[in-house]
């Protein structure tokens, strides 16, 4: 997924860990989406990045389908409001929906393009701690002026 363009997938890649990643694969719970917990969280990253998770939701025909089933539920719902405070909370609950399955949907495509989808939980902790010690030696290489 290196020659991505979608910004909001750019977002959630350089946001979530592997560890995190694979930890949503298991266990879609609210709380496993740490970086997009609270209602201030969701509403910027979706005003940041709608017409891209949009058109990547639409494009993906797994995640389309959950997609419009809450796009359906949410204009059935909100047909049902009997005020703008009933209006505006469930606009909230569609655009935390939205944004959880847009980045459900790319952390299962970052699982899938670097072989997570079959690794266990201490394999992706090995992967992680790799990829960590790795970054922090160019850094180290960086400080000292390339010197080995």
């Not at 750019?10 to 609210?30: N, R």
């Not at 670097?114 to 960590?132: C, F, I, N, R, S």
Request: glycine share 2%; charged share 30%.
């Amino acid at each position: 997924m290196e020659d991505i363009t979608n910004d909001a997938v750019k977002a959630v890649m350089a946001a979530y860990t592997p560890i995190e990643v694979k930890t949503l694969l298991h266990d879609h719970d609210e709380a496993n989406f740490v970086h997009h917990q609270t209602k201030q969280d969701i509403i910027e990253f979706y005003a940041e990045h709608n017409e891209d998770m949009h058109h990547w939701l639409l494009d993906d025909s797994h995640a389309f389908e959950y997609y419009a089933n809450a796009q359906a539920a949410y204009n059935y719902a909100q047909a049902k409001c009997k005020s703008e405070k009933e209006r505006g909370a469930l606009q909230n609950e569609f655009l935390k929906d939205v944004v959880y399955i847009f980045i459900a949907t790319v952390a299962w495509d970052l699982a899938a393009s670097h072989d997570m989808l079959d690794m266990t939980m201490e394999e992706v902790e090995d992967y992680q701690l790799a990829k960590d010690l790795e970054m922090s030696k160019n850094k180290l290489k960086l400080i000292q002026g390339g010197k080995n």
